[in-house]
């Protein structure tokens, strides 16, 4: 049940689009499809926006998309704005009901 | 408006127990999986345990197997996680979390009890 990778950060500028990446393994994010992304601020509860690799729930702005390919899921956020600035979890089913997330990226707004 | 209030931490010994309670509202809890995700000061999150609608099906990860054991009373809207043996790594603020339906995403979560194992 090892994490999952994601890099430790990422940056862009407002109004730019950020890519977060999300590497698993066959065992993993690779054989199943489903990844989930949590946007989580400090001191809160962690946000569903994206389920299912690709999915958005009802009410989260299509600035959040998600993809995958291979063992490597993605989160794009277009358009940054100020307000996305914090830290993003990626999760994934691995079988005989388990989960595993990912270490986490903050996101900065420059 | 689905809610989930979790309660129960404090602070603990190395090897003691401690048991954490769930309570849900606004929602058919025996409908849905539920789950135990926790986070570590200063780390990210980290799957703890899941539990299927009947308590058919139960999962934990490793780190916790055979030392954490979760269950459910769905006459009392109640997700419960029993910690025995604990250990100073197991601090962390313990959230309740709710499977989103049709899919293995988690919609709905509590705002977390916060466990504290030290001497």
């Known amino acids: 049940q090892s994490a999952l990778t994601q890099p430790r950060s990422v940056s862009g500028s407002p109004g730019q689009s950020v890519t977060i990446s999300c590497t698993g393994t066959g065992s993993n994010v690779g054989v199943y499809n489903h990844v989930s992304w949590y946007q989580h601020h400090s001191g809160k509860a962690p946000k569903l926006i994206i389920y299912d690799d690709t999915k958005r729930p009802s009410g989260v702005p299509d600035r959040f998309s998600g993809s995958k390919s291979g063992n490597t899921a993605s989160l794009t956020i277009s358009g940054l704005q100020a307000e996305d600035e914090t830290d993003y979890y990626c999760?994934?089913?691995?079988?005989?009901?388990?989960?595993?997330f990912g270490g986490g990226t903050t996101v900065t707004v420059l | 408006e689905a809610q989930l209030v979790e309660s129960g931490g404090g602070l603990v010994q190395p090897g003691g127990s401690l048991r954490l309670s769930c309570v849900a509202s606004?929602?058919?809890?025996?409908?849905?999986?539920m789950f135990w995700v926790r986070q570590s000061p200063g780390k990210g999150l980290e799957w703890v345990s899941g539990i299927s609608w009947n308590s058919g099906s139960v999962g934990s990860a490793d780190s916790v197997k055979g030392r954490f054991t979760i269950s459910r009373d769905n006459a009392k809207n109640t997700l419960f996680l029993q910690m025995k043996s604990l250990r100073p790594e197991d601090t962390a603020l313990y959230y309740c979390a709710k499977r989103n339906s049709g899919s293995y995403g988690f919609d709905v979560w509590g705002q977390g009890t916060m466990v504290s194992v030290s001497s």
């Open positions: 606004g929602f058919t809890f025996d409908d849905y999986a």
């Open positions: 999760c994934s089913y691995a079988g005989s009901y388990s989960w595993v």
